[in-house]
């Protein structure tokens, strides 16, 4: 994940009390995913930016995983996501995520 | 389950955007507290 | 409004094994162990096995990128075929010629073995005669003395770059080879489109750049215009120009504004030209490695396009027929999509299906797959299918022969503006007069976000239309 977001993403947990954050990720592929929920979560894989190591165990969501969709106002998930949660492969993505949230 | 809470939005390019993400958020009764969007190409 | 057309599309690709540790990703990463640094090295391709490298023979014309054999490329790869009929791919010991030959201010210092062979390997060249050879020769130095001077970098064994300020950022060595590559690249397409076609290089009024390298000094980092830099070193004695800044999306507002300019009779022959981005090479050399392929990243591509009146029978530009991204228009890939492949062809009654070809980002997904950033032309092109699906244009069922038959796979390098429908230039071209297709659209994306300045991406398309004559 890019090194100035690792760094915005720990102070937001420093700032805010953690039960209150939410992640939610918009990857394409359940690789790029799993890279970006480990982050949050169990820390930086790549042991490149300010999340290395960091074990934040933030609540993490692929936008597409049902329980997101379900919050979100037909109208607007129709004009921000539209089509993408076809085009993606919404199941892996969501698979993919909860397999990593649960290590929280 | 984003009602109230504060959300990180960390989109792709290629998949759903930072900003898609959070407009999705804040419909739900989100506050956003921090946008990003990747790009790997 | 009167009509243009392209007429004319040539790119090239320098193969430049050497250079390819100075890319933003290998010069970070590569000093952190000398293991890497010896796999790496290990890894480097020869020109035959990147000549020979489906991909690369489908960049200069010798394959149609749906023709490609089944992957592994490399394992499918014909003989090495240096040219095509776009351009050629050219080995590094003349590539690092050709820099020293557009080298206006003596920066690089070749040693003289490496001088004089890549003077010697270009004078046989069929557009020797364009290049400066003696400026080659001139380039000969005591690199190690080079070397040691403050804030020179070493490039290969025979060749060092120096600075041009050592307090100024923006004329570090590193920077200034890049913006040399990318005139290079850039001059040698626009040298191969001026003798393919065998314009007149007088003709060419103005020429624009679409690429993303940074030119400037401390006091104006982003001053630009490669443009004239290249018209220059191609001989266009009569043409002035000036850059397109728009990443990766650069190339389709170059053209449009290039097809302006010559449907409004401001000018009569613009090029629209681009070098490669020495920062990708090796993006993604760590995936390679850990699974045992070369470095694919080795290469820097160059084009050039030319866009007159209408001849009666190159391709028009339809200008009537141009896609935007708005700054209302919402984030996701899909709506941008929306924006570029639904939007101008509902405006002009067409269906999704009018079209023949859509290029779109076109990122050869061998070199994207194993590093995890997946395969982008074939998330484009379902996105583009289940758009139409969508709209009712194709039945869901449909989807993957859209896919198959007006997307293909990529093939470009992992170069941003390249591979952002670009590189399908000469290709459309041949397939909207020689081949049987009626309508190509071109859809270039750009990601803003990365210069902090917003969280937008952007992208333009336009429609390319076979012509049916006078």
Partial sequence: MDLQSQESILRASQTHDKADLVVLLGSPDPESASIAAETVVVGDPSFAGALAGAQLGLLTYHVLEEEVHADIPDDVWDAQIGVMADVLEAGALAETVAAIRAQA | MLKGKKVIAVGERDGISGPAIAACAKAAGAEVVFVATECFV | MPDVVISAASQVLAHVPSLARHGSKP???????????????????????????????????????????????????????????????????????????????????????????????????????????????????????????????????????????????????????????????????????????????????YVLGCGEEAIGDRYQRG??????????????????????????????????????????????????????????????????????????????????????????????????????????????????????????????????????????????PEITEPQGSGNVPERNYRTIAALSAAKGDIDRTDIASFVAERGMPGFAPTQGHLASALCYVPHALDRLTTGDARKVLLLAKGSLFLGRMCQLSDGMSVLLERNEGR
Avoid at chain 3, 57 to 66: E, F, K, L, S, T
Avoid at chain 3, 94 to 99: H, I, P, Q, R, Y
Avoid at chain 3, 170 to 194: G, W
């Fill in chain 3, 27 to 205: 010069r970070r990463e590569l000093p952190k162990s000398a293991e890497q640094v010896e796999k790496f090295a290990a890894a480097l391709r020869s020109f035959d096995d990147a000549a020979a490298y489906p991909p690369h023979q489908a960049w200069i014309g010798n394959v149609h990128p749906r023709d490609l054999p089944a992957r592994p490329w490399a394992d499918n790869a014909g003989a090495p075929r240096r040219t095509g009929r776009f351009g050629e791919v050219m080995p590094e010991e003349e590539f690092l010629g050709l820099l020293a030959a557009v080298d206006e201010f003596e920066l690089l210092a070749l040693s003289p073995e490496t001088a004089k062979a890549a003077a010697a390997a270009l004078a046989g060249h069929p557009l020797a005669k364009a290049f400066d050879l003696d400026r080659i020769e001139k380039a000969a130095d005591d690199i190690e003395a080079v070397a040691a001077e403050p804030k020179a970098l070493r490039l290969t064994d025979g060749a060092v770059m120096r600075c041009a300020q050592a307090d100024d950022e923006s004329l570090s060595a590193h920077v200034l080879i890049d913006n040399l590559a990318a005139k290079a690249t850039a001059a040698l397409a626009l040298l191969h489109l001026l003798e393919r076609s065998g314009i007149d290089p007088a003709s060419v009024d």
């Fill in chain 3, 223 to 364: 001053g630009g215009n490669l443009a004239k830099a290249v018209a220059e070193a191609a001989g266009l004695t009569e043409a002035s120009g000036a850059d397109v800044k728009n990443f990766c999306a650069a190339f389709v507002p170059a053209l449009v504004v290039a097809s302006s300019l010559v449907s409004a009779g401001v000018f009569g022959r613009v090029a629209v030209i681009s070098g490669g981005s020495m920062a990708k090479l090796g993006m993604k050399f760590q995936g390679h490695l850990a699974k045992g392929l070369p470095i694919m990243e080795d290469v820097l591509g160059g084009t050039a396009c030319l866009i007159e009146a209408d001849d009666g029978r190159s391709p028009r530009v339809r200008l009537d027929v141009v896609g935007r991204h708005r700054v209302s228009a919402g984030g996701s890939a899909a709506e941008v999509m929306k924006a570029l492949a639904v939007e101008p062809l509902v405006r002009h009654g067409m269906a999704m299906t009018d079209v023949d070809d859509y290029a779109t980002e076109l990122h050869n």
